[in-house]
């Protein structure tokens, strides 16, 4: 089993160009999760989705839209990307919502230019 | 929003020396969790506690939560090169969903 992968690894946009984030999980999981990861403020939650067909604002949603497209598939997308957006992004799956442990995939390194 | 607040941010030591991190909030928490994360890898589960005063070990490293279920220790002994990362804590409370510390940053130097 793969776990959770993410693709792409690595992206450099510029300012205003949009793009969409990958995110798969093989392990038959309910909820799925976005995070970004900026130093020295942690793992800060975007979006998450409780069970397939779910989606619902974390944190810091502002500039970001998801789609869980099926059971196995939880996206993210920057419509018009800003340099604040620059940050390392995970997506995370979880076998029930809120009870067990999250399992991170590898991450994607934007850079917003 | 419940904060988690890690201490100390960055940690620098030699092998073989032992080394405690803290997890400290005003908040009660449910469970709280410990995760690592390794350079270029995502966050992976240590240990979840769920109990007032409970003490975990994982080798070694000891997990304690606190008995008022407000902060957590990680303690590990003998430390290693392969201990190097970043730790973070994580908690869950009312709003049920996950809260992370800022993490505290280990570096374990041969």
């Known amino acids: 089993n793969a776990g959770v992968t993410q693709t792409p690894k690595f992206q450099v946009l510029k300012t205003g160009q949009s793009m969409t984030l990958q995110c798969a999980q093989d392990m038959n999981h309910n909820s799925m999760y976005w995070y970004r990861q900026d130093p020295g403020m942690g793992l800060r939650l975007i979006y998450y989705s409780a069970s397939e067909g779910t989606t619902d604002k974390g944190e810091v949603p502002n500039g970001y839209n998801v789609s869980r497209l099926n059971k196995r598939e939880f996206s993210l997308r920057l419509e018009s990307a800003a340099p604040s957006q620059t940050s390392v992004y995970f997506c995370?799956?979880?076998?029930?919502?809120?009870?067990?442990?999250?399992?991170f995939g590898p991450g994607t390194r934007l850079t917003v230019l | 929003t419940q904060l988690l607040e890690q201490s100390p941010q960055f940690l620098s030591i030699q092998e073989g020396e032992n080394l405690t991190v803290y997890c400290n909030s005003s908040?009660?928490?449910?469970?709280l969790q410990w995760y690592r994360q390794e350079p270029g890898e995502g966050p992976v589960l240590l240990v979840t506690v769920v109990t007032g005063g409970e003490v975990k070990k994982l080798k070694r490293l000891t997990f304690q939560f606190g008995d008022a279920r407000k902060d957590s220790s990680l303690h590990i002994t003998a430390a290693q090169p392969g201990d190097t990362g970043l730790y973070l804590c994580a908690a869950q409370g009312g709003s049920e969903k996950l809260v992370f510390g800022k993490g505290t940053k280990l570096t374990v130097n041969p």
């Open positions: 995370a799956s979880e076998r029930v919502w809120s009870t067990d442990t999250q399992y």
């Open positions: 908040s009660v928490f449910s469970s």
